[in-house]
């Protein structure tokens, strides 16, 4: 099984800091050196799609730009890019879901993959007029997807939950192809739900010992009712060509975060309700110290961002070979970030994609122009003495 690697869209903000947000953390604008503007996006964007990631993943919540509208301004800065779009399906109604993702399908050529987010934090759901709890939500999400999915297949659906009704919803056109769908969360209610409606089960980075107990649980719910999943993972990466250059910029990026901020985001997280940003929190505890957590695997960013916040910091070599190890445990789809993201997507193009291709365990999306080359980065490669992917 091939890898799937996809970038992320900083629809908060980007920096050469860490930008935070999300599960009640707030942005903070000193951090903000990039406004999320098409032009900047539109950089990232064409930089993944030259690079060779399939997608980008852009996040949803009040604390970024809207997802659907920022990736459909994008569409035509890039030829064949794939777009995540995150969204909650609590806010909208699965009849304009289904109709805006097969809307999407035929203006976009096929572009658009979904991740769909329950909602983790209760007091940000009631900004939207969400009044249900957790529990409740989940039980909405399924009954969403059974609508949803539905009305891809052609169906006319009459439909009567606990939380959604239609009745005679139908699409007059269908998607083609149908969009895939991605999920995570941590709870039992989330599981269940991946394992009866989605395609892919996203994690957040941690330990391998605890990624593979998840897919195995996931695994066991889907097998129960003759289904089977892909998996796929959420990380930050900080690679160079060379260990000691790698970790100097994770320090870089520590010694940037004000203990004051940090004490005040960790606050905030621990008032989230999410059991995936409950065990994110587990692994540093909000301490500086101690932040690898498994070789190459550093729990650093968590301190300052909500959601996502385990980065592999490596050599080159190193982060392939972390990324093989997951590979190893089913990992099949791996969604990236790192901060500046442009920059970034470039070190991890050109530096670990080479030299996974070489193991066999990636190969360019179809339609990709040209192989990502092998040489330095251009951010910081002087003419006289480029840089070597190669180098550990």
């Known amino acids: 099984m091939?890898?799937?690697?996809?970038?992320f869209l900083p629809t908060q903000g980007d920096s050469r800091g860490i930008v935070g947000g999300g599960h009640g953390a707030a942005v903070h604008s000193a951090w903000r050196t990039r406004e999320p503007g098409t032009g900047y996006l539109a950089q990232v964007a064409r930089a993944a799609e030259q690079l060779g990631f399939a997608g980008v993943l852009t996040p949803t919540g009040a604390w970024?730009?809207?997802?659907?509208?920022?990736?459909?301004m994008l569409v035509n800065s890039t030829q064949r890019l794939k777009f995540l779009v995150a969204f909650r399906p609590g806010l909208l109604s699965p009849t304009l879901a289904a109709q805006m993702a097969s809307t999407y399908q035929r203006l976009s050529g096929g572009r658009l993959l979904l991740n769909v987010v329950t909602g983790g934090e209760s007091a940000e759901q009631r900004t939207h007029g969400d009044f249900l709890d957790k529990d409740a939500r989940y039980a909405r999400t399924d009954e969403f997807l059974d609508i949803v999915t539905r009305l891809w297949r052609g169906e006319t659906v009459d439909?009567?939950?606990?939380?959604?009704?239609?009745?005679?919803?139908v699409l007059h056109r269908r998607p083609d192809p149908r969009p895939p769908l991605y999920f995570g969360g941590s709870s039992p209610a989330a599981l269940e739900v991946a394992a009866r409606r989605v395609d892919t089960y996203l994690t957040w980075g941690e330990p391998p010992a605890a990624v593979a107990a998840k897919i195995e649980r996931v695994s066991a719910l889907a097998a129960d009712i003759g289904r089977s999943l892909r998996f796929g993972i959420r990380l930050h990466v900080i690679t160079r060509d060379t260990a000691k250059e790698a970790w100097a910029e994770a320090d870089r990026l520590l010694s940037r975060l004000d203990p004051e901020t940090v004490r005040a985001v960790q606050t905030g997280l621990r008032r989230s309700e999410s059991e995936g940003q409950r065990r994110m929190l587990a692994l540093h505890n909000g301490r500086r110290d101690k932040l690898e957590i498994y070789p190459n695997l550093w729990a650093g960013?968590?301190?300052?961002?909500?959601?996502?916040?385990?980065?592999l910091v490596g050599s080159h070599t190193e982060v392939a070979d972390r990324i093989a190890e997951y590979h190893r445990l089913g990992i099949g789809e791996f969604i990236l970030s790192g901060y500046p993201h442009l920059e970034e997507a470039y070190w991890f193009g050109e530096g670990v994609l080479p030299l996974l291709r070489e193991r066999g365990l990636w190969r360019p999306p179809a339609g990709h122009a040209a192989?990502?080359?092998?040489?330095?980065?251009?951010?910081?490669?002087?003419?006289t003495a480029p840089l070597t992917a190669r180098s550990s």
């Open 2 to 7: 091939a890898i799937t690697f996809h970038w």
């Open 64 to 72: 970024c730009e809207d997802a659907w509208l920022t990736t459909a």
């Open 159 to 169: 439909f009567t939950g606990e939380h959604l009704r239609v009745e005679q919803a």
């Open 301 to 311: 960013v968590g301190l300052a961002r909500g959601g996502a916040g385990t980065a």
């Open 371 to 383: 192989d990502p080359a092998p040489g330095g980065v251009p951010f910081a490669a002087s003419a």
